[in-house]
């Protein structure tokens, strides 16, 4: 039997490589250019008991493809049958950035938002109310710090919620 996958997308720059990391203990390469996580990073992940594959997948702004990297992530989201969605978004940006959970939304698939880079909108006094985001968007959505592992009980507990209904 094959272990349910955990798909990592969002826009370039946002943490997905350092949730891989997080998730998998393995570390894929990593730069500041848009764009730079080209290849697509596989790993294995443990959760109490559970294993599960991890896919960092290459940024992506839509799931409609303008880029080879866009059309290799929209191909693992649609084609792979993920257990579970992580779209890791930059936190301070966030308006920004739904236009890609939307179409996640609307596409029926199971996501979890993964608001990364807390430290940063904090520093901005910038606050999220997480409750009212879930209930407008009807998906968990979970803050976390990647860089130094904050909030990733309450994604891994998010996680497996989802792998118990795959």
Same mark, same amino acid.
């Given at each position: 039997?094959?272990?349910?996958?955990?798909?990592?997308?969002?826009?370039?720059?946002?943490?997905?490589?350092?949730?891989?990391?997080n998730l998998t203990g393995v570390y894929a390469t990593v730069s500041n250019?848009?764009?730079?996580?080209?290849?697509?990073?596989?790993?294995?992940?443990?959760?109490?008991?559970?294993?599960?594959?991890?896919?960092?997948? *290459?940024?992506?702004?839509?799931?409609?493809?303008?880029? +080879?990297?866009?059309?290799?992530?929209?191909?693992? @989201? #649609?084609e792979e049958n993920p257990s579970v969605i992580l779209q890791v978004i930059?936190?301070?940006?966030?308006?920004?950035?739904?236009d890609l959970t939307l179409q996640l939304v609307e596409a029926g698939l199971?996501?979890?938002?993964?608001?990364?880079?807390?430290?940063?909108?904090?520093?901005?006094?910038?606050?999220?109310?997480?409750?009212?985001?879930?209930?407008?968007?009807?998906? *968990?959505?979970?803050?976390?710090?990647?860089?130094?592992? +904050?909030?990733?009980?309450?994604?891994?507990?998010? @996680? #497996?919620?989802?792998?118990?209904?795959?």
């Open positions: 039997m094959s272990k349910p996958k955990v798909v990592l997308v969002g826009n370039p720059n946002v943490g997905k490589s350092v949730l891989f990391h250019y848009p764009g730079t996580t080209v290849e697509v990073a596989r790993g294995v992940g443990r959760i109490g008991t559970q294993e599960f594959e991890v896919i960092d997948t *290459p940024g992506m702004y839509a799931l409609m493809p303008i880029s +080879e990297e866009e059309r290799v992530a929209r191909n693992i @989201i #649609l930059d936190a301070k940006n966030l308006a920004r950035m739904l199971p996501l979890i938002l993964v608001l990364n880079m807390m430290d940063e909108l904090r520093a901005l006094g910038t606050r999220i109310n997480i409750g009212i985001l879930e209930k407008r968007l009807r998906i *968990p959505v979970v803050p976390v710090i990647a860089t130094d592992g +904050e909030g990733m009980d309450l994604l891994q507990q998010r @996680i #497996l919620d989802y792998v118990g209904k795959s």
